[in-house]
Nanobody, 126 residues
Framework: QVQLVESGGGLAQAGGSLRLSCAQSGHTFNKYKMGWFRQAPGKGREFVAG????????DYSDAVKGRFTISGDNARNTVSLQMNSLKPEDTAVYYCAADEGRGIMVSRDATVWDYWGQGTQVTVSS
């Protein structure tokens, strides 16, 4: 059973930065595509960023492209999300996810992903 544990959330001011990390255990790290989703109060779970097994392919939502960077560290079995130029609308619970599906592309559909972390709160004040 794959376990995902997020860390690094918290409070930031608009224009500031935060770095989220997700530690994966239970199986070989590069067996999975990894991703980040977020969910704001009263809204559905939204794709933020994803990375292929080898790290050769990444995808970002239009809302975060150019501000957020996803990266993987196979040696530490972690995936990180560097968030810069934060905006109040980035406020949400952020979830780490793993997808054992085939292919290099990552899906933006939350129902496709197989494993989820418990989430970490990110709050951006204006």
């Amino acid at each position: 059973q794959v376990q995902l544990v997020e860390s690094g959330g918290g409070l930031a001011q608009a224009g500031g930065s935060l770095r989220l990390s997700c530690a994966q255990s239970g199986h070989t790290f590069n067996k999975y595509k990894m991703g980040w989703f977020r969910q704001a109060p009263g809204k559905g779970r939204e794709f933020v960023a994803g990375i292929s097994r080898t790290g050769s392919f990444t995808d970002y939502s239009d809302a975060v492209k150019g501000r957020f960077t996803i990266s993987g560290d196979n040696a530490r079995n972690t995936v990180s999300l560097q968030m810069n130029s934060l905006k109040p609308e980035d406020t949400a619970v952020y979830y780490c996810a793993a997808d054992e599906g085939r292919g290099i592309m990552v899906s933006r559909d939350a129902t496709v992903w197989d494993y989820w972390g418990q989430g970490t709160q990110v709050t951006v004040s204006s």
